[in-house]
């Protein structure tokens, strides 16, 4: 499977990813990662293992339509099976969300749907959560709100600053969002009109 992945900063999940396609772990290939920020430190990594990358600029476009509409033409250029969003820090619009019904994952640092949108680590934190987490989600075009794939908790202990719990949530990233995108790419996932399937039964 065709593999593009959209990124804003550091890309660990992205890196996550390209790991357990070249090792074989996930039957796919990242073919290109993009980012809308120049400065987005996966870029790099991602060029120094010879994937090939964007950066497109928003701040280039006089709407979010236009970006967006930039940006699915680019993405098409790849012709992928999937697209993942990986730190991907842009609203989306219904349009762009549409092209890609079925065939976008994105991973949110939450146990949705709790704390859809940013700061979700500091939210948990002033809400005196016991447990934490992140979920892995087909996108749709509420943002944070498509149908959840597969989550991870973890525990909040006594004196977690919002760093501690972030480092440990981004643990738990690196595994469930290579271990959602096999399922995908061994065609064992898919987004029916009931919601997500796993092996052709609704999750
Ligand atoms: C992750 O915490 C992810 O859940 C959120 O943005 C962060 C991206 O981290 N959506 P990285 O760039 O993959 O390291």
Not at 5 to 24: R, Y
Not at 158 to 179: F, W
Not at 191 to 196: E, F, I, M, P, R
């Amino acid at each position: 499977k065709r593999i593009v992945v959209l990124i804003s900063g550091t890309g660990s999940n992205m890196q996550a990813i390209v790991d357990a396609c070249e090792k074989q772990q996930i039957n796919g290939e990242v073919v290109a990662v993009i980012a809308n920020k120049e400065t987005a430190k996966g870029l790099g990594k991602a060029a120094d293992r010879g994937i090939a990358t964007h950066a497109l600029s928003h701040k280039a476009f006089d709407s979010r339509e236009a970006y967006d509409a930039e940006l699915q033409a680019l993405i098409d250029t790849y012709q992928p099976d999937l697209v993942i969003l990986a730190g991907f820090m842009r609203i989306l619009t219904a349009d762009f969300t549409r092209h890609f019904a079925g065939r976008m994952l994105n991973i949110h640092p939450s146990l949705l749907p709790k704390y859809k949108g940013v700061n979700t680590h500091q939210r948990a934190l002033d809400a005196g959560d016991k447990e934490h987490g992140v979920s892995v989600h087909f996108v749709t075009e509420e943002l944070d709100g498509g149908p959840v794939v597969l989550q991870a908790k973890v525990p909040v202990f006594e004196g977690d600053t919002g760093d501690d719990l972030q480092a440990r949530v981004h643990e738990q990233e690196h595994r469930i969002y290579p271990l959602v995108v096999k399922w995908f790419c061994d065609d064992r996932l898919a987004l029916g009109a009931q919601g997500v399937e796993l092996d052709n039964q609704p999750l």
